[in-house]
């Protein structure tokens, strides 16, 4: 009985007539001859169980058709006793080829879920950017009062961050007009549409928007109206043509650029003063936490979409404004205007 290191040795000696013999020995050595064209075989030097252990290495397979030799990796083999099925080391390969593939677009799904979310906005802004221009033609061209007076109450709540809307938490009813009482509530009934799918809330220090705008005050988006908040020491470099109420029932034509003046945004787009001090925000785009209190070290960037006077709705990144210059963060870009100066710009 011989054993072999090299299988075209052991194949020729197989060939001049030698005996395959299916006994302890040999089984020691090599896998049994399997059919008249094909021979299995293992390594003679190993260090596991040929019929059960080999699959840590694969056994190799001999194609003897044409009388040469040729190594090829198998497919399968009688492992287990002689039962067709996968080696592990091949399970071993597909499942990290899975797990490869699987790193690879999980990014990319992921963003494209994102766009989706982003494309929800557009829309929701665009049909109330229909919804604004129904108000303000029927107004006399003039934009929606920052501050409305609730039919049921005589107090004045200010109506910025609910255009349209549900009814806010009873909680808020204080701060925020019922549904009724909003400027859009006859153009566009409260529906899906004031809702941002990624709405994270603010926490407004005291009012606690939380878990969302929409679940606290039913609305996500916001009136580019009213006071601006400013950091202490910061504000505008030009003079604000009203700083009090900025485009509040203001006529159209009061608006400088209506292709770059904000009419709707979300939150992350600016900064927000409240009792306890400054705070921004993060909705699209955000990993980890969402309430930043200080913009420079903001892990993700600030994107809102944003709807602009003349009816087009876009995604805008607002951080080079809030990281870079958070002290003048309301300077006129290329893509955005958010405030009209006293001269007229
Ligand atoms: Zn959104």
Redesign the pocket.
Known sequence: MSSYDDVAEWYDAVQRGGTIVQDAAMRADFTRLTCDRELICLPKKRFYDPYCMNVAFGPRRFSVGDGSVKERWPARFPAFGGGQGFTLIELLVVMSIITILAGMMLPSLSRAKEKA??TT?INNLRQIGIALKLYVDDQSSRFPPHIVRDPDELHLRNTTMTMGGYDPQPRLLDFFPSAKARPLYSYLTPSEVYR????KGQRLAPLKLKPSNWSSIGC?YIYNAGRLATLEGGGFRQTPDDPARGMAEKSESWVPSPVQYIFMH?PPARLYATLTGPEWYQ??YSRGTTDLDDPTVARAQFYS?VLFVDGHSAVPNFSRSLMTDPYYPYEPTRDWIWYKSADGN
């Open positions: 979310r982003q906005c941002c799918p990624v709405d996500s979300e909705w699209h979409p």
